[in-house]
């Protein structure tokens, strides 16, 4: 799960728990507020009844007081809350509260009730000739709370979708530096230890930005440390070690010392296994018993332990120490030589250049499915527009005297067509210009220029092509006119530049080429992905070629694209 998400998630679960909290506590306030008002209401309705019931009202001459009271709730009507009933002193119902009219046909659902409604019992009052019943109705007043919960929740989830959008898209905006932050991680994943992140305004992002370029800087020095210590390794002595049959050393030398540790007075007198690493003994066994048959041991890549426990690689060459008076073996001369470094080197030699071959088989493979598709392009649907736009000039022909409808929809077609042609030549050469097939490099590039000359005529393209470009090859061919053409796009989508100076140089050793315009330089951009990533792949494949690429740039005076690309012959790609 992306960061981003992460922080949602965090926020709408912040959310959601405050959410809950809000309603537990609402829901509280509104089951407190629900028993007040009942038990407020039904006092009041306590005393209203009590009152008329004690009243002198009830003892009106010749009216019986049932009819009386009757008379009084039935003016009353309906006291909100609470539902009235009168009996007769047989138990007979004269009087009901009719049914509340407020918010009729509607109820709060009844777990919700459960939830709030107080359970207040029943309120019983004797008349003298039956008896009046008062019972609480909260039914309207949950319903009230109900319809103020939903009202609430509503707007909380309204604020969640907007609290979670706002800070997704803040969060999308302050996490960009993070995009840049990985391209250079990819750049130093693939063996560019010259990559350098920019400043970030974000000070967490800046500082990981210094970090990284500090680690980058210090991968770098240690690379070249590496290089200078296998280069002095090769160039020193090697370190030479005499012992006996036994395994005892009898000499060590400074170049012993320096390479494993020890010092000469440390070794002398004592066993050579201290250097043998667990699990080689066999090939010791094996080595001492070549140098008792008088054989030497020419070359042996093998592995020692320096004093620090460390192994390291070596390169072992042995010879049998004879005695000269008595013609016998009686030790081995062995002289070994640190080979670590240099194998370390040529193993990212081995990974640089199969990240180049990797590179050559993407780059052609790409070429080939271009070419392939402007091949299909010219071939089927080249030959299906033409022969649209034959058929519709042949009917509007036909038809442009007798049936002007008809002429004026094929004229139409045959327009449309010329259109989709045009359409689809300019893909073609876009996919593989055919100049670059049939007339060679330097009309290419002039064509090139010429299109996009014609296109924006107010940009400037001066052109200088020096040298033989005909016979480069099409590896070569296919990466100065790639180059050119996605600098050229550059210059005029993102440069807002007049001028663009073009300078290819051939000689017999290399091609150099130049791409300078005066428009606002690269820093104001850096945030266009197009130049940003079509300018990596410009460097991935000028490198894949073992030449160099370089960007000069300053805002306000323009940019400067530079490439090398040796002539030497490249390994053949294969896939």
Known sequence: MSLRLRINLIITTLIVLFTLLTVNIIVSDMRRSIREEMEAGGKVALQLLTGVLEGTSLEQEGRHPNEVL?????????????????????????????????????????????????????????????????????????????????????????????????????????????????????????????????????????????????????????????????????????????????????????????????????????????????????????????????????????????????????????????????????????????????????QAEADLEQNRRLTRLIQTRLEEERRSIARELHDELGQCVTAIRTIGAAIANRTKADLPDIHGSAHTIVEVGGHIYDVVHGIIRQLRPSALDNLGLREALEELRDTWSDRYPEITVRMDLQGDLDNLGETVNIAIYRLLQECITNVVRHAAANRADIRVVRDAQRVEVSVRDNGKGLGERNAVDSARFGLMGLRERVEGLNGRFTIESRPGEGVVVQATIPLQPVAAVTA
């Open 70 to 346: 009757m008379e009084f709730l039935e003016s009353l009507g309906r006291v909100r809350a609470h539902d009235i009933k009168l009996f007769s002193a047989d138990g007979e119902l004269l009087y009901q509260s009719p049914p509340s009219a407020y918010k009729a046909g509607r109820d709060a659902p009844s777990w919700f009730y459960e939830m709030v409604a107080p359970r207040l019992g029943e309120i019983e009052l004797e008349t003298g000739e039956g008896r009046v019943l008062v019972r609480s109705d909260d039914t309207r007043s949950v319903l009230d709370a109900w319809d103020d919960l939903v009202q609430l929740l509503w707007l909380l989830v309204g604020l969640l979708v907007v609290v979670n959008l706002v800070v997704f898209l803040l969060v999308g905006r302050s996490l960009r530096p993070a995009q840049k932050i990985l391209a250079g991680m990819s750049r130093m994943e693939r063996g560019e230890l010259s990559t350098r992140l920019p400043r970030f305004e974000v000070r967490d992002f800046d500082e990981i930005g210094r970090t990284f370029n500090a680690m980058a800087a210090t991968l770098e020095s240690s690379h070249a440390e590496n290089l200078r210590l296998a280069l002095v390794a090769r160039q020193s002595s090697d370190a030479i070690i005499i012992h006996d049959l036994q395994g005892n050393i009898s000499f060590w030398n400074p170049a012993a010392e320096r390479m494993f540790g020890y010092a000469a007075q440390e070794m002398v007198g004592h066993s050579a296994t201290l250097l043998t690493p667990p699990g080689a003994e066999a090939e010791v066994e094996a080595n001492l018993a070549t140098i008792r048959e008088r054989r030497v041991v020419e070359n042996l890549e093998t592995r020692r332990l320096t004093r620090a426990g460390v192994p390291i690689d070596v390169l072992l060459s042995a010879a049998p120490l004879v005695d000269p008076a008595s013609d016998s073996v009686i030790g081995e001369i062995v002289s070994m030589r640190d080979i670590t470094a240099q194998k370390r080197a040529q």
